[in-house]
């Protein structure tokens, strides 16, 4: 599946064995006939930078075009991080404050 959310944060997730992951908590925006909606990736394999856009690649197989301008963490992607992060406690959830911090982790990890 490709996927090119409104909205897209990145997610730093630690097990309670000290392994690391990355995850991306994408956002779509509703309307009026329709409410917002939400998912939240499998681990990110790889992620490259093209113009203004990342893509990312996924172990489900999934795609995410994510336009740089839209790495945020708005009001709904927040309280949606907060239920993920009271139903997963034994995960360490870390946001990536950046686009730049997420390329470099990447890069560190070639």
Not at 47 to 58: A, M, T, W
Not at 82 to 98: G, P, Q, R
């Amino acid at each position: 599946m490709n996927y090119k959310p409104d909205e897209f944060t990145c997610i730093k997730l630690t097990d309670s064995e000290g392994r690391t992951s990355v995850r991306i908590l994408a956002i779509w925006y509703g309307n009026f006939s329709r409410g917002s909606s939400w998912k939240f990736s499998s681990v990110v394999e790889q992620c490259n930078k093209e113009g203004n856009f990342l893509i990312f690649k996924n172990a489900s197989g999934s795609i995410y075009t994510c336009n740089t301008f839209d790495y945020h963490l708005g009001l709904y992607a927040k309280s949606v991080l907060d239920n993920l992060k009271n139903a997963y406690t034994d995960f360490k959830f870390e946001i990536i404050k950046s686009t730049g911090d997420v390329v470099q982790l990447f890069k560190q990890g070639e």
